[in-house]
T-cell receptor
Framework: EIGMTQSPGTLSVSPGERATLSCRASQSVSNNVAWYQQKDGQAPRLLIFSASIRATGIPARFSGTGSGTDFTLTISSLQSEDFAVYYC??????????FGQGTKVEIK | EVQLVESGGGLVQPGGSLRISCVGSGFTFGNFAMTWVRQAPGKGLEWVSSISGNGGSTFYTDSVKGRFTISRDNSKNALYLQMNSLRAEDTAVYYCAKDVPYWGDWGQGTLATVSS
């Protein structure tokens, strides 16, 4: 079973700064990775699929890159509404659709 | 607009049973696979189970196999998760989500608490 490891666990960033979140798969998952944002008390929201394609309505400041085992979610200029927990998920070997453990982006 | 509304969560004793439901609207329900994803308090997301559009194929994470049953009634636009032999570690918010293998539409979740 493929494992997804996210780093760092917590990222402290000032508004307007860039945030870079990493996700590593235990074996190649091609580009079959999605990213989600989750705010307290809310359901997850799909940001990115196929490693780099923004979902409908997602602002251009969110971008995804990577293939194989290493993936990155970048938020180019953090807005107040972007402070949340972010999860990656692989779906190359589905089921199961393994999630990473999450990265919390907090205000510095 | 896609809407998914879960219901049926609550408090149940260890070893007990609970059935949670999800009703979908804003899309042709029977044309899409559906999924349950859970989140234990303060923890991350865990895929639990999925079912094909016609209900003919079902999938489960290993920890719930033999205890949980996913089903659907397309005439009612409804998705179900029958949870038996519940354990404390099944305590979580259960979300229904549309489609596989990633999820762009989610419900608001229903909390199932397993405790004596």
């Amino acid at each position: 079973e493929i494992g997804m490891t996210q780093s760092p666990g917590t990222l402290s960033v000032s508004p307007g700064e860039r945030a870079t979140l990493s996700c590593r798969a235990s074996q190649s998952v091609s580009n079959n990775v999605a990213w989600y944002q989750q705010k307290d008390g809310q359901a997850p929201r799909l940001l990115i699929f196929s490693a780099s394609i923004r979902a409908t309505g997602i602002p251009a400041r969110f971008s995804g890159t990577g293939s194989g085992t290493d993936f990155t979610l970048t938020i180019s200029s953090l807005q107040s509404e972007d402070f949340a927990v972010y999860y990656c998920q692989q779906y190359n070997n589905w089921p199961p659709g393994a999630f990473g453990q999450g990265t919390k982006v907090e205000i510095k | 607009e896609v809407q998914l509304v879960e219901s049926g969560g609550g408090l149940v004793q260890p070893g007990g049973s609970l059935r949670i439901s999800c009703v979908g609207s804003g899309f042709t329900f029977g044309n899409f696979a559906m999924t349950w994803v859970r989140q234990a308090p303060g923890k991350g997301l865990e895929w639990v189970s999925s079912i094909s559009g016609n209900g003919g194929s079902t999938f489960y994470t290993d920890s719930v196999k033999g205890r949980f049953t996913i089903s659907r009634d397309n005439s009612k636009n409804a998705l179900y998760l029958q949870m038996n032999s519940l354990r404390a570690e099944d305590t979580a918010v259960y979300y229904c989500a549309k489609d596989v293998p990633y999820w762009g539409d989610w419900g608001q979740g229903t909390l199932a608490t397993v405790s004596s």
